[in-house]
């Protein structure tokens, strides 16, 4: 019997710990891996909040040294990877625990590939480029929606040609997660909307994707139904610990799915978008969304369904165009009440940088497995109608 090698699907996850007071274990995990001098990872904002001493103090109580690094950015950049594996290798680390949003993450991820192979990390671009495993890996997420700390993937900039550079590989996939919806008390309102409508585009481009399948459905809908109903109260109030444990909550699940579904075009153009003006992740994807969506419909109107159903919509009765319509709204009016309404204009682009933004974003994995094939015109034409 012949069987359709392309119908299969596997799930790679790292060990999770989830609830407040998760990141407490971080010693124990820690203990575990054997470590004695553990490299932490983080940025001024996240040590500037006290995480960073927090996760030092509960180390240094079980034994373990540790060396810190916070030279990272947003857009975690090629040289400050390499500086953080310098530091790893010349401190002589055995453990790499990494505290913060996705930026600090995906740092850590690279250090990691870097202090094992010894080359640059522009060399490890693409799918499946890791030979040798990682250092022990331990992620704390601080914000809800780049779920770094689940995925298979790692996003650097490279400055030289502005643009960022995927990575993706079960190999990055870290260790241990231990998803703490405490430490994310410290989020403002607007880095709330902007991860947690990363989180959504996650949940929704899992859920289209060509490389979707039951073992990541499921999750994709319920990371698209806590955030349709819990983000816009969050953001109007980050101070309640119940929401905050929705959204964490969502935001893991999307991790979860896209990690193993991959993504689609709004990730393939917002990389390209991010790198070349250094700009919010989670907002160029917001300004993306629903121009992407509506190019993507015909091809997957009955996942768009489902998709408007976990967003609470009664699809019943409705027809194919009425049910894109109320998606299309409803995605509109999220994006407005958590304050992420923009074009792409108002934040530099212009009609001249859309070629080499399309050119960038045809290049980008995630484009693979959208829905819906896309020629370089196609991009230009979706990039044209989000200015
Ligand atoms: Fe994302």
């Not at 007071?21 to 904002?45: C, E, I, Q, T, Y």
């Not at 408007?308 to 165009?321: C, H, L, N, S």
């Not at 009440?337 to 859309?354: F, H, N, P, Q």
């Amino acid at each position: 019997m012949n069987h359709d090698i392309s119908a299969l699907r596997k799930f790679v996850s790292p060990e999770i710990v989830f609830g407040a007071g998760a990141r407490k274990s971080v010693a124990n995990f820690a203990s575990n891996f054997g470590a004695k001098h553990v490299l932490l990872v983080s940025d001024p904002g996240v040590a500037a909040a006290g995480w960073v001493n927090e996760i030092v103090t509960l180390l240094t109580d079980a034994g373990i040294r540790t060396t810190i690094f916070t030279g990272v950015s947003p857009n975690p950049k090629v040289d400050e990877v390499m500086a953080g594996a310098e530091l790893y290798k010349s401190s002589e680390c055995d453990v790499i625990v990494a505290i913060g949003g996705g930026s600090p993450m995906d740092c850590a991820k690279g250090i990691g590939i870097v202090a094992t192979h010894g080359r640059s990390i522009l060399e490890f671009e693409g799918v499946d480029t890791i030979t040798h495993p990682s250092p022990p890996l331990i992620l704390i997420p601080t914000t809800a929606g780049t779920s770094a700390d689940v995925s298979q993937f790692a996003i650097i900039s490279d400055p030289q040609r502005r643009f960022k550079f995927s990575i993706i590989s079960k190999a990055v996939v870290p260790d241990v997660s231990l998803i703490d919806p405490e430490v994310t008390e410290t989020m403002d309102a607007y880095l709330t909307a902007c991860t947690g409508v990363d989180a959504m585009v996650h949940a929704i481009e899992a859920f289209v994707s060509t490389g979707s399948g039951p073992l990541t459905d499921s999750h994709a809908l319920e990371a698209i139904r806590l955030i349709n109903r819990n983000l816009e109260p969050l953001v109007e109030n980050t101070a309640n610990p119940y929401l905050r444990e929705q959204i964490m909550l969502a935001s893991m699940q999307a991790g979860l799915a896209f990690s193993n579904a991959i993504l689609g075009a709004v990730h393939a153009m917002s990389h390209s978008l991010g790198g070349y003006l250094d700009l919010p992740h989670g907002l160029c994807n917001a300004l993306l969304l629903e121009h992407v969506v509506a190019y993507n419909y015909v091809s997957a109107e009955d996942r768009f369904r489902r998709v408007a159903e976990a967003m609470d919509i009664d699809t019943r009765g409705m027809g194919k165009p009425e049910i894109k319509k109320r998606l299309m709204n409803r995605i509109v009016e999220l994006k407005r009440k958590v304050g992420l309404e923009a074009r792409l204009a108002e934040l530099g682009v212009t009609v001249s940088d859309i070629p080499y933004l399309s050119g960038f974003a045809l290049q980008d994995p995630c484009i693979l497995t959208n829905p819906r094939k896309s020629s370089l015109r196609d991009v230009q034409v979706v990039y044209e109608e989000a200015l």
